[in-house]
């Protein structure tokens, strides 16, 4: 049984720019739509499971008050019948109709737990349930489909419908996160964007009534060609001004500048008024314009607009702080409305590290009776010879991260790293140096500073050593390296900064990852999935599967680069690259395993990090990230061979 959550989605900036980008493949003239959007904390929740039929049903008493349960066989004529016979359940057909005709998969069971989004608002319930069809089919069968393939399937199964969505409907398959999404005729390209402080917004339904079908045809009725002033002035409007005002909303949103944004939001609104509300009368929306302009609600605001197709269906408001959006909210409630909170919070920046150097290093006796491994010394690029620990740190350190924590076995090994990192050099010796080094040696006392310790005093498993540091972490992002693997980045930015930047864009659970060949995965993890972006750099890991054997791999692992030289027929395997970016949801499911285990009286089973990130990617997705960098395993003599030769090569 897999669980799944899709949100509904507001759209901040943008309406309408996505079907009239469309018309660029029919008139060059127009300019390319912009919208930015953003999946809501409101959604549909659910259970799926592969089953011989196709069945819905819902234990969520908005659907079940309107529309009964349903199944049917997986027959493309049936499921294209109930497509276009309306209600909610439609839209859910007509996903599964594409599914069969596309990639003649079998039936699903999907059934609906919860439901909190709200329906015929301009949220887009029918592109998030779409969406959740879409995704229930893609995970039950691997089909291998990114997050732009989900959303392209949902939007062509409603186009099953009588429904005749946009394209930035299905936004929701993103997730609750703001994305610039870009509209060029038949391309659409999706670019995550981030926040600098929290932006409080609140979005209502106005309970009045609206006219999406009547809004849609009118304006469709300007284009391709515009040949009246009027509707001239809506190519404009939704084409080289909008996309200057998207332009300004993502600049200010970086800048975490909210007064300038909502003051955009109401100049926004008023070009809306001006240049395309004449072009429908169904557009003329009373109680919109009412409730931007009350004066009660301007106190806590710094400005509001309308929300998808317009008309009077919902608005939203940027909110002047945590305590103004809650006043705003129970006064809308209190005008009839229903009102919602919505929080953009910036992605942590990556602050903290663990390093794991609990181990003995077997593979490396009789050296680590006298030296743990990671003091092992290494030449350097610089000319300089650094012990490993060192050379991690000083990476971490040009990273941005502030504290790191080193998971040890004992605090007697504490004293190794206390006597480098803390105690200075007696005056002979530091006397000996040069004025570089002399510097240099602060460096390594400032380095000290950072570092905290925590110990595994069990020996349980990599998972059990990882998590003694969850009091460290403080329920935030972290950066994990490995004590026995060196980095060295073949770009100006140090691998682990490249981790920390895809990060930021993509705010999921992340692993670095290369490829390794067809013969050595029985050696490893290895990962499969498909590529999110243009470049191919960022895989949206769909498998996690521990030393296949070369056969089964090369059967059902292997990952396709259509953008490389490569030829279109050759399979890459991935592995991880030994750099993870660790979200909470990691350290809550390493709990359980480890209570699991206690809980059996299995005092000794090992608790694997990995066993935990198959399970978060299961419910909240994984990012492989591509680094530009060589990594260099210092776990046997082969391995630290090879890094004392090459590490120091440019």
């Avoid at 999404?181 to 309970?207: H, R």
């Avoid at 500048?257 to 008023?270: I, R, S, V, W």
């Avoid at 077997?362 to 003091?375: N, V």
Wanted: aromatic share 10%; hydrophobic share 40%; glycine share 8%.
């Amino acid at each position: 049984m897999i669980k799944l959550f899709v949100p509904g989605r507001l759209c901040l900036f943008g309406e309408h720019t996505d079907w009239a980008g469309h018309y660029r493949t029919m008139n060059a003239d127009i300019k390319p739509g912009a919208a930015i959007v953003t999946g809501i904390e409101q959604g549909i929740y659910a259970e799926v499971e592969r089953a011989p039929i196709f069945e819905m049903s819902s234990e969520a008493p908005e659907i079940t008050e309107q529309w009964s349960d349903f199944s049917c066989r997986m027959n493309e004529t049936e499921l294209k019948r109930i497509a276009k016979s309306g209600g909610f359940f439609c839209y859910c057909a007509g996903v599964a109709s594409y599914m069969l005709e596309w990639y003649k998969v079998g039936g699903v069971r999907i059934r609906i737990t919860k439901m909190t989004l709200p329906m015929k608002s301009g949220l887009s319930s029918s592109a998030a349930i779409c969406v959740l069809v879409a995704r229930a089919f893609n995970l039950v069968y691997n089909l291998n489909l990114n997050t732009l393939g989900e959303m392209n399937i949902a939007y062509l199964g409603e186009l099953r419908t009588s429904s005749r969505c946009g394209r930035l409907d299905q936004a929701c398959a993103f997730g609750v996160k703001p994305n610039l999404m870009t509209f060029d005729g038949d391309e659409i390209e999706v670019q995550s964007l981030n926040v600098k402080k929290p932006l409080y917004w609140v979005f209502a339904d106005l309970c009045a009534e609206k006219d999406t079908i009547k809004i849609l045809s009118d304006l469709n009725k300007a284009y391709p060609f515009a040949l009246t002033e009027q509707e001239r002035k809506l190519h404009d409007a939704l084409g080289k001004d909008n996309l200057r005002i998207v332009d300004k909303a993502v600049k200010y949103m970086a800048e975490g500048n909210a007064e300038k944004l909502g003051e955009l939001m109401t100049e926004t609104e008023e070009l809306f008024n001006k240049r395309v509300v004449p072009m429908s009368s169904a557009l003329q929306a009373p109680k919109l314009h009412a409730t931007l302009h009350d004066p009660a609600i301007q106190p806590w605001v710094y400005g509001g607009k309308g929300v998808g197709s317009h008309g009077d269906g919902s608005v939203q408001f940027l909110a002047r702080s945590e305590e103004a959006q809650q006043e705003l909210v129970g006064y809308l409630n209190s005008q009839g409305m229903r009102a919602y909170k919505l929080t953009l919070q910036p992605v942590h920046t990556v602050r903290r590290a663990i390093i794991p150097v609990a181990g003995f290093g077997t593979r490396l006796y009789p050296a680590t009776r006298a030296l743990k491994k990671d003091f092992f010394p290494i030449p350097c690029p610089d000319g300089k010879v650094r012990p490993v620990i060192l050379i991690l740190l000083e990476e971490l350190i040009k990273s941005g991260i502030e504290e790191v924590c080193l998971v040890l076995g004992s605090e007697e090994e504490r004293m190794q790293y206390a006597e480098f990192f803390e105690k200075p050099l007696s005056e002979e010796h530091l006397r000996k140096l040069s004025p570089e080094n002399q510097e240099y040696e602060n460096h390594i006392l400032d380095i000290g500073k950072r570092l905290h310790y925590v110990y595994q005093r069990e020996k349980r498993g990599f998972g059990h050593a990882v998590y003694q540091a969850v009091d460290f972490v403080r329920n935030e992002p972290v950066l994990l390296l490995l004590g026995d693997t060196l980095y060295r980045s073949t770009s100006n930015k140090p691998c682990a900064l490249q981790l920390i930047e895809e990060y930021e864009r993509y705010n999921q659970l992340m692993v670095s990852i290369h490829s390794v060949p067809l013969a050595d995965v029985s050696h490893y993890g290895i990962l499969s999935g498909v590529w999110e972006d243009k470049d191919e750099t960022i895989l949206n890991v769909g498998v996690m599967c521990e030393k296949p054997k070369a056969s089964y791999a090369e059967e059902f692992l292997g990952v396709r680069h259509t953008q490389s030289s490569a030829p279109s027929s050759q399979l890459f395997y991935y592995s991880v690259f030994g750099q993870y970016i660790l979200t909470p949801e990691v350290f809550e499911q390493l709990e359980k395993d480890i209570k699991q285990a206690d809980a059996e009286g299995d005092h000794l089973r090992e608790i694997e990090l990995t066993t935990a990130l198959d399970k978060v990617r299961e419910q909240t997705g994984m990012m492989g990230v591509r680094l530009k960098g060589v990594m260099y395993d210092m776990g046997n003599p082969t391995a630290l061979r090879n890094a004392v030769l090459n590490y120091s090569k440019n």
